[in-house]
């Protein structure tokens, strides 16, 4: 199961009749809005085709200017993920080793978009 946010934008003239029509619309679920025009809306699919689909059905919808997919979340990724580090060390071996050179520490940032076994992999190797 795949569960996405999409913002979609109109122009404030047409933002009730696009509120509307997304409220009826049953390839979304609506949540909440502003007065410029910007709508946030959540689509889920059984897999990213799907979920394209309903985001191509939102699109059509008149006056809508963009509607663009912000936030995902697939649950069989989520799994996976939560598999390998339920699996791996809580702290990683570089941690524990009080001979590294911190410099030699590689700081990888965000991961969330970010292999996490090549990360781990990489995390716990010690020279």
């Keep these: 199961m795949n569960i ?19 409220k009826n619309c049953e390839a979304c679920d609506y949540h909440l809005h502003d007065d410029k ?8 699919g059984n897999g990213v085709k799907e979920e394209l689909e309903k985001l191509r059905v939102i699109e059509a919808i008149p006056h809508v200017i963009s509607a663009d997919m912000q936030m995902a979340y697939s649950e069989d990724e989520l799994d996976e993920h939560m598999e390998i ?11 524990n080793d009080e ?26 190797k010690v020279d």
Excluded: C, H, W
């Design 4 to 22: 996405s946010s999409i913002v979609v934008q109109t122009v404030p003239k047409y933002l009730e009749q696009v509120l509307e029509d997304l």
């Design 85 to 95: 580090l339920e699996n791996s060390d809580m702290v990683p071996k570089v941690l």
């Design 99 to 124: 001979n590294i050179d911190p410099d030699k520490i590689i700081y990888r940032g965000d991961l969330k978009r970010k292999d996490l076994e090549g990360f781990a992999q990489e995390f716990d």
């Design 37 to 44: 025009g910007r709508i946030i809306v959540t689509i889920e």
